[in-house]
């Protein structure tokens, strides 16, 4: 998914845009960080056939992310 299909289809509302913010600054989130957590809660979207991307999916996206040692 390129930036063209990023901003079509992970569109997020405010609220949950907040969230991920928040997380981008509390984790250190790299820009690339950022997209692949973004591509990842809209591939888990899709999973559960939901149009929009919400906290839940952006919470379970972060999940995934490797903790550093």
């Known amino acids: 998914m390129g930036n063209k299909e990023i901003e079509q289809f992970c569109i997020l509302e405010p609220s949950v845009a907040e969230i991920l913010q928040k997380a981008v600054l509390r984790l250190d989130l790299s820009t690339r960080a950022y997209y692949r957590t973004l591509k ?3 591939t888990i979207a899709d999973l559960e ?8 999916h952006i919470t379970e996206a972060l999940s995934y992310r490797e903790r550093s040692k």
Do not use: C, M, T
């Open 40 to 42: 990842l809660a809209r």
């Open 49 to 56: 056939g939901v149009e929009n991307i919400s906290q839940a």
